[in-house]
T-cell receptor, first 113, second 114 residues
């Protein structure tokens, strides 16, 4: 069964803290993605990776960085959390190919105080 | 950049009736894929159905079908025989052939009434 897991379902952090969100997939997928979801805006792509140690910026990379040291793991890092980064964060993975769907994790609801 | 538009923020549907969710897209690419996802209140995104731009027939998956009108750049989702468990947010998304990325619409919230 396909599985994408995220390290936390809920997270509360303070402004200025460094925050790590972890994502692990067990499907041997090449591609991994980080999105944030805000009401009325749908999902917006932060970063994605199409191979180990490879990364590309998405539509809203400012304030975020990522790390992919192993194929199954993709980490999102908020270097200095701010209140406008309060959001739902979703990780996804997929195989290459136009018809290949992305499989999503359960999401992390992050609150920055 | 691709743009996906879902004009219906919320909809109510009676149980056992059909409902159509609108989605239009804007792209200059000839080859692309269209996806619909369901997001229940639990938060996880569930893949429902896929339509390729060169597919001549509309995609169907159980109670889900996609009304694909390429010239109009629309890819509406039809849910037949609605069930209470269909209450959720639904997202339309598109991937261009030269891109790994999905672009999402803002979503439509569907509430099924008994």
């Amino acid at each position: 069964d396909v599985k994408v897991t995220q390290s936390s379902r809920y997270l509360v952090k303070r402004t200025g803290e460094k925050v790590f969100l972890e994502c692990v997939q067990d499907m041997d997928h090449e591609n991994m993605f980080w999105y944030r979801q805000d009401p009325g805006l749908g999902l917006r792509l932060i970063y994605f990776s199409y191979d180990v140690k490879m990364k590309e910026k998405g539509d809203i990379p400012e304030g975020y960085s990522v790390s992919r040291e192993k194929k199954e793991r993709f980490s999102l890092i908020l270097e200095s959390a701010s209140t406008n980064q309060t959001s739902m964060y979703l990780c996804a993975s997929s195989s290459p190919g136009l018809e290949e769907t992305q499989y999503f994790g359960p999401g992390t609801r992050l609150l920055v105080l | 950049a691709q743009k996906i538009t879902q004009t219906q923020p919320g909809m109510f549907v009676q149980e056992k009736e059909a409902v159509t969710l609108d989605c239009t897209y804007d792209t200059s690419d000839q080859s692309y894929g269209l996806f619909w996802y369901k997001q229940p209140s639990s938060g996880e995104m569930i893949f429902l159905i896929y339509q390729g731009s060169y597919d001549e027939q509309n995609a169907t998956e159980g109670r889900y079908s996609l009304n694909f009108q390429k010239a109009r750049k629309s890819a509406n989702l039809v849910i037949s025989a609605s069930q209470l468990g269909d209450s959720a947010m639904y997202f339309c998304a598109m991937e261009a052939s030269n891109d790994y990325k999905l672009s999402f619409g803002a979503g439509t919230t569907v509430t099924v009434r008994a």
